[in-house]
């Protein structure tokens, strides 16, 4: 008589959520609890991808709202040119910031498009520079809206995973109460 010995194929070992190593024979025993382990993992992904939108949100909040306060600040040099020939320095704060930002004029740096104008400004410069910085600010205003647009879709996301929870909890419940009429 020949006997059979189980194989690696037909007998899986899994690890007691107690602490201790138990031998089953089936691949996956708590199917539902597994699918609704993975849900909340997931669940918990969409909730970091939609953090990490509204900090970039924000940012890009600062950077459109920053580059338009400076907008105005050319708006209101330009206004004190009275004659198509008369010129002005940029203010330093409105400097300062293109520096720091990287921000062009008409291809060029600031300094090196101030380099060419000798430090002074007439209407068309300065409309140059009120237009990067509406550009910059633009930009930053657009990708907000897309963002709202993904912020929307991360969220349909994460209701759908609840839903799912909800459905697998309910089938937990239906099989447990079938398990226990079963046994009674």
Request: glycine share 4%.
């Amino acid at each position: 008589m020949t006997t059979i010995q189980p194989t690696a194929q037909s007998q899986m070992s899994n690890v007691d959520p107690i602490g201790g190593a138990s031998e089953r024979n089936v691949a996956n025993p708590h199917p539902i609890g597994d699918s609704i382990a993975m849900m909340l993992v997931i669940m918990d992904l969409l909730s970091r991808q939609t953090t990490a939108k509204l900090d970039d949100m924000q940012k890009k909040s600062n950077i459109s709202r920053d580059a338009q306060d400076m907008a105005n600040k050319v708006e209101a040099a330009l206004a004190k040119l009275v004659k198509p020939e008369d010129k002005t320095e940029l203010p330093a704060d409105v400097l300062k910031y293109m520096k720091d930002n990287n921000i062009l004029v008409n291809g060029k740096t600031i300094d090196d498009f101030m380099k060419d104008k000798g430090g002074k400004l007439d209407k068309a410069d300065l409309m140059s520079v009120k237009s990067s910085l509406e550009s910059v600010s633009g930009r930053a205003s657009d990708f907000i809206q897309q963002s709202q647009l993904k912020m929307q879709q991360l969220m349909q996301n994460y209701n759908t995973a609840v839903q799912m929870i909800n459905s697998l909890q309910s089938m937990l419940a239906e099989s447990t109460k079938g398990i226990a009429s079963a046994i009674r």
